[in-house]
């Protein structure tokens, strides 16, 4: 068995799916069913019920996923160990999701930059479901997102916490108000976050406790997108203070705060466990975490 095989073998326990294995390593999903097949020829024994749905380990499955887990988790350090010591020059490989990458992330880098110049930083945005797999696979180094998820596989760090505002457009009966209780918005029509974005939860559970009901009559999955639904007064919505910044020195948008109590977008920093960091990515960690 080679270490490719082992990776494979372990996406498709946590994806539980085949084709979404196959997609992720480029292969096809007859592949990914032939190398499972030659793991349990070579072993004797059967490690997936394929008779179950979603799959699912045998015992014997349980036992081969947590060896090659631990196998893959040292081959990762021993990687990481043997670059340090070869390369002169340190490489960090970054993911954010995109409000927090455009709007919040800038100014930590700008100081990360200065005192770290000759380090190769790669930035890039995802979605958090990318972000967490990304880091999981050790793609990335370390990832920034918006109300983090527990993983026992992951260490989190809390970063800024984003104050929520109430967004409309300028021609909004609502515009000209510096504050708004919240169930003012009763009825209103609403743009808000695709289905599965933790933002979106997030906001339904503020809109819940208050026993709020909103007309969501648009979805999507980024916050630049809902600003400008909310630019054409399609509706109003509630985002992150940071992400406004650039449509209200313009005047596109209108933000109001919230008379009943503030309202924060927890954010995070997460990063794998047992991996080891060179001094500058440490330094990066210690710089975005909040106490």
């Given at each position: 068995?080679?270490?490719?095989?082992?990776?494979?073998?372990?996406?498709?326990?946590?994806?539980?799916?085949?084709?979404?294995?196959?997609?992720?390593?480029?292969?096809?999903?007859?592949?990914?069913?032939?190398?499972?097949?030659?793991?349990?020829?070579?072993h004797k024994v059967q490690l997936?019920?394929?008779?179950?749905?979603?799959?699912?380990?045998?015992?014997?499955?349980?036992?081969?996923?947590?060896a090659c887990k631990d196998i893959l988790e040292r081959y990762d350090r021993l990687n990481s160990e043997l670059a340090a010591l070869k390369q002169s020059t340190c490489k960090i490989h970054l993911a954010a999701i995109f409000?927090?990458?455009?709007?919040?992330?800038?100014?930590y880098i700008q100081k990360f930059m200065?005192?770290?110049?000759?380090?190769?930083?790669?930035?890039?945005y995802n979605s958090a479901k990318d972000i967490y797999e990304k880091l999981l696979r050790g793609v990335i180094d370390i990832g920034v997102v918006a109300i983090p998820r527990r993983d026992r596989n992951l260490e989190i760090f809390p970063f800024e916490n984003e104050p929520l505002v109430l967004a409309c457009a300028p021609s909004h009966p609502l515009a000209n108000?510096?504050?708004v209780d919240i169930h003012e918005i009763q009825g209103e029509k609403f743009?808000?976050?695709?289905?599965?974005?933790?933002?979106?939860?997030?906001?339904?559970?503020?809109?819940?406790?208050?026993?709020i009901t909103v007309r969501c009559i648009m979805e999507f999955d980024n916050i630049e997108t809902i600003k400008r639904a909310v630019e054409i007064n399609a509706g109003i919505s509630i985002l992150p203070a940071p992400t406004l910044?650039?449509?209200?020195?313009?005047?596109?948008?209108?933000?109001?705060?919230?008379?009943?109590?503030?309202?924060?977008?927890?954010?995070?920093?997460?990063v794998r466990k047992d991996k080891s960091r060179s001094k500058a990515a440490q330094y990066l960690i210690e710089l975005l975490r909040k106490e």
């Open positions: 068995m080679n270490i490719e095989t082992a990776k494979i073998f372990c996406d498709l326990v946590e994806m539980k799916n085949f084709s979404r294995t196959a997609e992720v390593h480029g292969i096809s999903q007859s592949a990914v069913s032939q190398q499972l097949a030659q793991l349990e020829m070579d997936i019920n394929r008779k179950k749905r979603p799959i699912e380990l045998t015992a014997a499955g349980q036992i081969f996923y947590q409000s927090i990458g455009m709007h919040t992330l800038q100014p200065s005192v770290y110049p000759d380090v190769n930083l790669a930035v890039e108000r510096k504050t743009i808000a976050f695709s289905e599965g974005v933790p933002t979106r939860r997030f906001i339904d559970d503020i809109l819940n406790r208050y026993h910044r650039s449509e209200l020195a313009n005047g596109t948008l209108r933000a109001l705060e919230f008379s009943n109590e503030p309202f924060f977008r927890p954010t995070g920093i997460i």
